[in-house]
Structure formats: structure tokens, C-alpha cells
Nanobody, 126 residues
Framework: QVQLVESGGGLVQTGGSLRLSCAASGRTDTVFTIGWFRQAPGKEREFLAAIGRTTGYTDYGYGDSVKARFIISKDNTGDMVYLQMNSLTPEDTAVYYC?????????????????WGQGTQVTVSS
């Protein structure tokens, strides 16, 4: 019912920036929250940020480094969501996913999301 496509990943040097995009299509009127997650090999999926599709309300992961460097935003429809990532380091290397949730209550919990994109690889070189 809802399709998500991530783009904007790639290879960047330490200290560089990337902006990831998440395009939602289908029955997006059922979506309340769009979130960004990442997962590196051997590590658990990590919540980064979420935004209300119509409200614009945002939430960020508890890690101070993420909150200081990453910014989530959206267009006026809420069907295009972005993650601006600044001051990147090799520790940011991971597959980045966007996901859609029909509610806000569990926006920080990956298992609560209803739809997922295929992911986009971000690699930060030293």
C-alpha cells in the first residue's frame, strides 16, 4: 500500500556531508510518521530521526553526536523526507533506511514501523 525509495547515499570523505531522500508513494494518506534508521554490519538497527508527515513534529535519537549533526525535514506534502548529515566520520558508515509508521507513539522503535525502503549505502572514508 505504501512504497518507500531511498536515494542520495554514496562515498564521502571524513568531514563531508550528504543529504538522503526518501520518496513515499501509494496510500501515503495512511502514514503519520516517516523515520530514518541505519544499520552497520554486526550492529543493531539504530534510530536516527523521525518527522510527522503532516505535523512536521520531529524527534531524534538520544545520541548527542546524531542530534548535533543530522537534520530531518520534509516537503509540503510530507511524501518527500530528507536527512541532512554533516561532519561525517567513518563511524557513520552503514546502510540507511527510511520507514513509515501509521502512528507516532512508537516512532523510535524499528519494529513498530509498517513499511520499509530498500536502503541506501553510505560509506565514509578516513
Amino acid at each position: 500500500q505504501v512504497q518507500l525509495v531511498e536515494s542520495g547515499g554514496g562515498l564521502v570523505q571524513t568531514g563531508g556531508s550528504l543529504r538522503l531522500s526518501c520518496a513515499a508513494s501509494g496510500r501515503t494518506d495512511t502514514v503519520f510518521t516517516i523515520g530514518w534508521f541505519r544499520q552497520a554490519p554486526g550492529k543493531e538497527r539504530e534510530f536516527l530521526a523521525a518527522i510527522g508527515r503532516t505535523t512536521g513534529y520531529t524527534d531524534y535519537g538520544y545520541g548527542d553526536s546524531v542530534k548535533a549533526r543530522f537534520i530531518i525535514s520534509k516537503d509540503n506534502t510530507g511524501d518527500m523526507v530528507y536527512l541532512q548529515m554533516n561532519s561525517l566520520t567513518p563511524e557513520d558508515t552503514a546502510v540507511y533506511y527510511c520507514a513509515a509508521d501509521r502512528s507516532w507513539a512508537a516512532a523510535l522503535v524499528a519494529s513498530a514501523y509498517d513499511y520499509w525502503g530498500q536502503g541506501t549505502q553510505v560509506t565514509v572514508s578516513s
